[in-house]
T-cell receptor, first 115, second 114 residues
Framework: AQKVTQAQTEISVVEKEDVTLDCVYE???????LFWYKQPPSGELVFLIRRNSFDEQNEISGRYSWNFQKSTSSFNFTITASQVVDSAVYFC????????????FGAGTRLFVKA | GAGVSQSPSNKVTEKGKDVELRCDPISGHTALYWYRQRLGQGLEFLIY????????KSGLPSDRFSAERTGESVSTLTIQRTQQEDSAVYLC????????????FGQGTRLTVV
């Protein structure tokens, strides 16, 4: 069975602080995709990143960075120098590659960035 | 279309009535997903369509829930005899059969059962 756990329900930081959102997953598949999505107050989900399970290279995009560690089944997301506009709910997701690309989401982490 | 379109954006219904929620995926996207998001909760998978294959209905919570999709076009999620616990935002997403495998989400239908 597949499962995605985001243990942090809510995080509150002050602008310019760095913040890391944790994601731990379970799957029996040897190949899979991992995603992060952002859901701002408007409600629409915004794609941030996709990671293949066979590529453990970490990735940085501006203030965002992702640390994928297959050995610990974790795919953590760090925002550097957070801004008020980063306030949103962030979802980690796991997608099968075989068997139909069914995507399972974590419960989400609500991030509050205060000015 | 340019994005995934869902209608209505808001729906208030009386307990016991049936409702239909509509999703227009991005043209050419072969995969379509329905998710449910209760207030303050994560996304709960409901059903997945991929081309002409049999849909994956493993997430439907009860037999009151059903969904249809004609070919690679519009999908309708139907909830019969609605209950208050059905109140949630219902999100639709579509994905291309090739390429980045990322899903594009609609803005959702907020369903309130009173």
């Amino acid at each position: 069975a597949q499962k995605v756990t985001q243990a942090q329900t809510e995080i509150s930081v002050v602008e310019k602080e760095d913040v890391t959102l944790d994601c731990v997953y379970e799957t029996r598949d040897t190949t899979y995709y991992l995603f992060w999505y952002k859901q701002p107050p408007s409600g629409e989900l915004v794609f941030l990143i996709r990671r293949n399970s066979f590529d453990e290279q970490n990735e940085i995009s501006g203030r965002y960075s992702w640390n994928f560690q297959k050995s610990t089944s974790s795919f953590n997301f760090t925002i550097t120098a957070s801004q008020v506009v980063d306030s949103a709910v962030y979802f980690c997701a796991l997608s099968r590659i075989t068997g139909g690309f069914k995507t399972i989401f974590g419960a989400g982490t609500r991030l509050f960035v205060k000015a | 279309g340019a994005g995934v379109s869902q209608s209505p954006s808001n729906k208030v219904t009386e307990k016991g009535k049936d409702v239909e929620l509509r999703c227009d995926p991005i043209s050419g996207h072969t995969a379509l997903y329905w998710y449910r998001q209760r207030l303050g909760q994560g996304l709960e998978f409901l059903i997945y369509f991929q081309g002409n294959s049999a849909p994956d209905k493993s997430g439907l919570p009860s037999d009151r829930f059903s969904a249809e999709r004609t070919g690679e076009s519009v999908s309708t999620l139907t909830i019969q005899r609605t209950q208050q616990e059905d109140s949630a935002v219902y999100l639709c997403a579509s994905r291309s059969g090739t390429g980045a495998y990322r899903a594009f989400f609609g803005q959702g239908t907020r369903l309130t059962v009173v």
